[in-house]
């Protein structure tokens, strides 16, 4: 499949932190995805968590580092048009998988996910890189990923688990608080769009983003990939995903060149 990443695109990634690419996964990628969720949701890791509610009258489950075990994602990962993407939209040469991340809402969810950045849960540290937010349901304005554009050049903000409200990663009060977004659309110019299966918002780590409740089934593939500038920056806590045993195989300040991080552009030739 051809993949049409233009100059546009590129700059609104590097400009904005989050750019909508139309189709990047074509029909059979997406029959092919939608399977491996299925898969995944029938056989959750030991890292899934439920992210709503008991009193939820829906349900929000999210499972991470499951590629290893699923073909389906293997094939979307490392066999699609997506690390070219990738490696285009960061103007990086080189890309390596980080995690893959299913978030899955039924039908009837109200938890809403709050505002947040993803970088300071990880223990990673550079600007290049990139999310893929990919569904293979369509996904409705209301019900949609909204995005803070600029806010991946701004500071890092604190991090926190979504239930509780509770800093369990950088200490209470050593980062800023998250600001009022929703209050001051001027100042924080939200970015949302109208999804079909396939479509792919990209956004860096550090972006702003968000998202509603959903009143269908809303299946999504998220992909965080690395490019050339990362390194390994290990943390006292446990992050979010975790890696044991990282830090004593990958000293800090090291590029993530490592098998739990395998290489997915250039593609090997071997």
């Not at 997406?30 to 491996?36: F, K």
């Not at 300071?120 to 209301?142: A, H, R």
């Not at 983003?209 to 390194?231: N, P």
Request: aromatic fraction near 10%; charge should be negative.
């Amino acid at each position: 499949m051809s993949l049409k990443i233009t100059e546009a695109d590129i700059e609104a990634y590097q400009n904005d932190g989050a750019v909508l690419i139309k189709g990047l996964l074509n029909d059979q990628e997406v029959s092919d995805l939608r399977e491996g969720i299925e898969a995944n949701i029938s056989n959750p890791s030991l890292k899934s968590k439920i992210a709503s509610n008991e009193n939820d009258p829906g349900w929000f489950l999210e499972d991470f580092c499951t590629w290893q075990e699923n073909p389906s994602y293997q094939r979307i990962i490392f066999q699609s048009s997506v690390p070219e993407a990738a490696a285009k939209l960061m103007r990086s040469k080189q890309v390596r998988l980080y995690h893959d991340h299913m978030l899955v809402k039924k039908k009837g969810t109200v938890q809403r996910t709050p505002w947040h950045q993803d970088q300071p849960y990880y223990n990673i540290e550079g600007k290049q890189n990139i999310s893929f937010w990919i569904p293979v349901d369509p996904v409705p304005l209301e019900w949609t990923l909204e995005l803070v554009a600029g806010s991946h050049k701004g500071p890092w903000y604190m991090p926190r688990n979504f239930l509780e409200n509770q800093a369990k990663w950088f200490p209470e009060g050593s980062l800023s608080e998250i600001p009022d977004i929703d209050s001051n659309p001027e100042k924080y110019p939200v970015l949302k769009w109208v999804l079909e299966p396939g479509d792919a918002v990209a956004f860096h780590m550090l972006t702003l983003h968000s998202g509603e409740g959903t009143g269908a089934l809303r299946r999504v593939f998220s992909i965080r990939m690395l490019g050339d500038d990362i390194i390994h920056a290990p943390r006292s806590w446990e992050t979010s995903p975790d890696f044991p045993g990282l830090s004593d195989q990958l000293p800090a300040g090291k590029p993530m060149d490592h098998e739990l991080f395998p290489l997915a552009w250039p593609v090997s030739q071997a």
